[in-house]
């Protein structure tokens, strides 16, 4: 039985509302349950299959969220990217690429018998459009799948909701079920812009965060950045520390805002380790980047490196899951660690999908918006809000600017358990 505070069950009596058609105001299909972090949420979330005696599955924008998700007793859970979509290549490059190796291997019976110059020619043009063609043949795109799991469900209900945009929203509500999603508004939204269920009005807003979390080092840092309106975003110089490569290395991750400042980060920390800086060893903690189904992992997933086996491709890894304690043996890609230009071609290119070799990368340092989901008991943030305001306010003006860096702080913060250090590397 789920204890519920008063204003949770108010929530759930709203919810039963809009899910019975009875509630005045509601989205036929969507309800959204918002509330600042330490509100309860995910509590509440759990609470509503049993109270509306419907069947429902959850999921969340990234793996590593589905993940904690799951560990706090929702079930069950996925990706909404695995639920909604199957993996599918284009036939068109497929096709042409089958036509080129095709052409290519009579052209070379040819060429034995003939000699011909023209032939030779041919083959030439045809070995060095090769490449672009399998290039363009292993490109990955995704369809909707109509017939998921989630599209025989009584309900969906969504975590972590301010990463989904317009065209991921639209292919999830395609599936003609009712929605119910999770928000905290004061999160950064999706990259490519702001969140589409966030940038609504919420059906219902929690607004009592619970004492035990207001009265947390985390929390009351949290709230204080979440209440903020100025660019110093609540905090004072006591709140920050001296940067410190040392004691980045105590946390248990460390974030950042920009990949530059990340691979700076996973750098200064590998030269502290006496580690090569662009060869995982066994020791480091590395990150999936790409979920893939073959292999069972999932973007953002961590792993510790137990022992490495060299191969042409990149190394065979025997790792740690950080998630469950499980010891795996998964080849890997070189690529993503070698630098910020090589693991983006990589993850470009498709690799790391599918097939039995995973696309990972250093993960002593990430950014804020691949943290989105997790949490870990100490978190060293390194602050990059000044030159943040600085660079928006330029584009956006100082108001938007100021809004930008505190939702990055906010979700910063957030993502910490017990403890959180922020350092400041230095103010233009």
């Known amino acids: 039985m789920i204890n519920l505070s008063d204003q949770q069950q108010a929530g759930i009596d709203k919810i039963r509302a809009w899910y019975s058609g009875a509630g005045d105001g509601f989205s036929a299909d969507v309800f959204r349950l918002f509330g600042p972090a330490g509100t309860g949420k995910t509590t509440m979330a759990k609470a509503i299959p049993e109270a509306l005696g419907a ?5 969340a924008f990234t793996g590593k969220a589905a993940h904690v998700l799951r560990t706090k007793g929702a079930s069950p859970v996925s990706t909404i990217h695995s639920a909604i979509y199957f993996p599918t290549t ?8 089958r036509a080129a190796r095709s052409e290519l291997y009579e052209l070379e019976q040819a060429l034995d018998r003939l000699g011909d110059g023209a032939v030779a020619t041919r083959k030439a043009e045809l070995e060095a459009q090769l490449p672009a063609l399998e290039h363009a043949a292993r490109q990955i795109g995704w369809e909707l799948n109509l017939e998921s799991e989630w599209a025989q469900a009584d309900l969906i209900i969504l975590d972590e909701v301010s990463m989904v945009g317009a065209k991921l929203a639209a292919d999830i509500e395609a599936l ?4 119910l999603v999770l928000g905290d508004p004061a999160q950064l939204p999706p990259v490519e812009g702001g969140g ?13 965060p619970h004492r035990f979390f207001l009265e947390s080092q985390v929390g009351e840092k949290a709230t204080r950045v979440r209440l903020s309106q100025g660019p110093e975003l609540g905090m004072t110089p006591a709140d920050r520390e001296a940067p410190s ?3 980045a290395m105590e946390a248990d991750q460390v974030l950042v805002w920009s990949n530059k400042r990340r691979w700076t980060m996973v750098n200064a920390i590998r030269k502290n380790l006496d580690r090569p800086l662009d060869q995982v060893v066994a020791g480091d903690r590395i990150m999936c980047l790409t979920n893939n189904k073959d292999l069972a992992v999932f973007n953002g997933q961590q792993f510790q490196v137990l022992d490495t086996q060299p191969g042409a491709l990149g190394p065979t890894l025997t790792v740690l899951d950080l998630d469950n304690g499980v010891e795996r043996t998964i080849p890997v890609y070189a690529d993503g660690f070698q630098g910020q230009e090589a693991q983006v071609a ?16 250093f993960a002593q340092a990430i950014t804020v918006h691949k943290a989105q989901g997790s ?12 030159t943040m305001i600085w660079a928006a306010g330029k584009k956006e003006g100082p108001r938007r600017a100021v809004d930008q860096a505190r939702q990055w702080m906010y979700t910063a913060v957030t993502r910490a ?5 922020v350092s400041q590397p230095g103010r233009r």
């Not at 589409?196 to 009592?208: F, G, N, R, S």
């Not at 949490?375 to 000044?386: A, C, L, N, R, S």
């Not at 358990?417 to 250090?421: A, I, K, L, P």
């Open 55 to 59: 069947k429902t599955v959850f999921g």
């Open 90 to 97: 284009s036939k068109e490059a497929v096709d042409a690429l």
């Open 176 to 179: 003609e079920v009712p929605i």
């Open 196 to 208: 589409y269920y966030t940038d609504a009005e919420p059906d219902y807003l929690l607004t009592e």
């Open 245 to 247: 490569v040392r004691a």
């Open 346 to 361: 990589a993850k470009n290119s498709g690799a790391g999908m599918r097939s039995q070799r995973m696309l990972a990368t």
């Open 375 to 386: 949490q870990w008991g100490h978190v060293y943030v390194v602050d990059e809000t000044p």
């Open 417 to 421: 358990s017990d403890r959180v250090t």
